[in-house]
């Protein structure tokens, strides 16, 4: 149970203005917007990799850096961030070992049963036409997925024409950046 120790240090962090080096504005100096996966090894060395810091970029996470649908919500944030906050390039970062590589679902499927997710609760689902296991899915290879989830920026059709989309794939141990594809003409 971790709510009362965050709070606690937070009231430290505001208490003894430990903010200070963080201030800045909501737009990005270096005019970009990342998505990039939620694993833990990313936390700070995706930053440190890219050499940014609070104040040059703009950050969505997902899990695996996946872009699933063109009107769903992470779609939508790059939407936000190339119209209304100033980012004009589009860096889309998958990483090796990722946990939704070869990533089904059906695990999780099984862990929510475990959990007390009743069969009848799947069968509602899919009788709404949601497919749970389809909603999960990862991918096979970190470059595909990224190279897919670039072609679904590239291809949208209200995102501007001249708007450089790049793919890359970042190594969590290392930090090294390979690239998929350059978004320049
Ligand atoms: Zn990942």
């Not at 999960?136 to 190279?147: A, H, T």
């Not at 590239?154 to 024409?161: D, F, V």
Request: aromatic fraction near 8%.
């Amino acid at each position: 149970m971790y709510l009362d120790e965050v709070l606690e240090q937070n009231r430290k962090f505001v208490e003894e203005e430990s903010y200070i080096p963080y201030q800045t504005d909501k737009f990005p100096d270096k005019r970009i917007v990342v998505l990039s996966c939620m694993d833990t090894r990313l936390v700070e060395l995706l930053p440190r990799a890219l050499n940014v810091k609070n104040g040059d970029i703009k950050m969505v996470k997902n899990a695996g850096a996946i872009l699933t649908h063109p009107f769903g919500s992470v779609m939508r944030s790059l939407m936000v961030a190339v119209y209304e906050l100033q980012a004009d390039e589009i860096f889309i970062i998958g990483h090796h070992d990722c946990g939704m590589k070869h990533y089904n679902g059906e695990q999780t499927i099984s862990k929510m049963k475990e959990q007390g997710v009743k069969d009848e609760v799947f069968e509602t689902l899919e009788y709404a036409g949601v497919d749970v296991k389809n909603w999960l899915q990862g991918f096979e290879r970190v470059e595909d997925s990224v190279q897919n989830s670039v072609d679904m920026v590239r291809n949208h059709p209200l995102l501007p024409k001249k708007t450089p989309v790049h793919g890359l794939v970042i190594d969590p141990g290392t930090g090294r950046l390979d690239l998929v594809t350059r978004g320049y003409e």
